[in-house]
């Protein structure tokens, strides 16, 4: 897969892509609320590393190996998995503006 290919660099690379995603993390990381998160494509953890910063319990689901690898290094207390742990009858995900 290629995102087990660019996993160590993928921070650097979307960072330098897509600076924009680090204003869109703090928006979405500023509306969390008390609880756990559900971080669907989580790649390398950068959102489930903020969330445990405010004190949240992180849960992430990615279908590359090796990003999940960088995610465990880098939030040592999120659950983290290629497959969806429990049955999930809704999915809803969020998208910040940037206006």
């Given at each position: 897969m290629t995102y087990d290919r660019l996993a160590k660099y993928y921070d650097f690379?979307?960072?330098?892509?897509?600076?924009?995603?680090?204003?869109?993390?703090?928006?979405?990381?500023?509306?969390?609320?008390?609880?756990?998160?559900?971080?669907?494509?989580?790649?390398?953890?950068?959102?489930?590393?903020?969330?445990h910063e405010k004190g949240l319990q992180g849960y992430g689901i990615d279908l590359s190996g090796g990003t999940l690898h960088q995610a465990k290094l880098k939030v040592a207390g999120a659950a983290l998995t290629t497959a969806c742990p429990a049955k999930v009858s809704t999915l809803t995900t969020c998208w910040p503006r940037n206006h």
């Open positions: 690379l979307t960072k330098l892509l897509f600076p924009v995603g680090e204003k869109g993390r703090g928006i979405i990381v500023k509306r969390l609320a008390a609880g756990s998160v559900l971080d669907v494509a989580c790649g390398t953890g950068t959102l489930l590393a903020l969330a």
